[in-house]
């Protein structure tokens, strides 16, 4: 068992992303058709948390504005250290003084996802300068076993999620869980930076579906350093963006914990989950 540590905070500068688009206007869809992939980056309006993934006609939109930074390392080092609940405080422009909180991160080089109220966000412009409360990173609870990892989750945040340890394991409360033949892009990459994309079908169509928000549990997923395939395992991460036309893309989550599944034990609710919600952040999104 872990007696676990105090977390150390530190200030990060983050800059509101312009969207970009590289080679032309158009990606192909999984059915060979091509299409215009709005909502993929930026500051996406009228996508919030508690949305379906699949409730939108857009590509990768995620509730709120992405962040980055011009400078190479300092963009790894936002996204790496920003934590899903970290307070986000805007410092320049029509917004400035308005509070939000870090919701998730995309890859694309990092990209941290900031949600801040309808409002707010349709104040802020790209270019826009805000500060990023970093706390979490490297940080695991009293009481959690040594085999499970904690990710990119602010303590505060943690604690009011529906997670909790007790007689050597963990056991996280999720939308759903899926097998990791779904695992789409993110597979390689560094867990604590990047998303993990899944290949879901539309599940709303069948009365089923997952939200922006909501947390989801892949089998057989070991997101301790690079993500990748490990037998007997189980990762549990946010839903940072919805749904995309590409193949080998769609809905991502940001990894929040990880380990054996003997150890790390889910449990899906379907239709009674709560995840991240602006009442779950608090004051920190608005």
């Known amino acids: 068992m872990s007696t676990g540590m105090a977390a150390v905070a530190v200030n990060l500068l983050g800059?509101?992303?312009?969207?970009g688009l590289?080679?032309?206007?158009?990606?192909i869809d999984a059915a060979g058709r091509p299409y215009v992939p709005a909502g993929d980056g930026g500051i996406v309006l009228g996508v919030e948390l508690g949305d379906s993934v699949f409730g939108r006609a857009a590509d990768h939109a995620a509730p709120g504005a992405c962040l980055v930074h011009p400078d190479p390392a300092a963009r790894h080092a936002l996204a790496v250290y920003a934590c899903i609940g970290n307070e986000v405080v805007v410092t320049t422009g029509a917004a400035t003084g308005a509070?939000?909180?870090?919701?998730?991160?995309?890859?694309?080089?990092?990209?941290v996802v900031a949600g801040f109220s309808q409002q707010v966000l349709a104040a802020m412009r790209?270019?826009?300068?805000?500060?990023?409360?970093?706390?979490g990173q490297g940080w695991r609870p009293a009481g959690y076993p040594a085999e499970v990892t904690?990710?990119?989750?602010?303590?505060?945040?943690l604690s009011a999620l529906p997670v909790s340890a007790g007689d050597q394991s963990v056991t996280a409360g999720v939308r759903v869980l899926v097998p990791s033949k779904l695992a789409g892009n993110?597979?390689?990459?560094?867990?604590?930076?990047?998303?993990?994309?899944?290949?879901?079908?539309d599940l709303a169509r069948g009365g089923a579906d997952i939200l922006l928000g909501d947390l989801v549990a892949v089998a057989d997923i070991d997101a301790r350093w690079n993500m990748g395939y490990r037998r007997g395992w189980v990762t549990v991460g946010v839903v940072a963006h919805g749904a995309s036309p590409q193949p080998g893309h769609g809905p991502?989550?940001?990894?929040?914990l990880t380990g054996p599944a003997t150890v790390l034990r889910v449990r899906p609710d379907a239709a009674g989950h709560v995840g991240v919600t602006p009442a779950v952040l608090g004051d920190g999104n608005g």
């Open 99 to 111: 509070r939000g909180a870090v919701t998730g991160k995309r890859g694309e080089e990092g990209r």
């Open 150 to 157: 904690v990710l990119s989750v602010s303590p505060e945040l």
């Open 252 to 256: 991502g989550i940001t990894p929040i």
């Open 186 to 201: 993110g597979i390689g990459r560094p867990s604590v930076s990047w998303c993990l994309d899944l290949q879901l079908p």
């Open 15 to 19: 800059v509101v992303e312009h969207p």
């Open 22 to 27: 590289a080679g032309g206007p158009y990606r």
């Open 126 to 135: 790209p270019g826009d300068q805000v500060r990023v409360r970093a706390v």
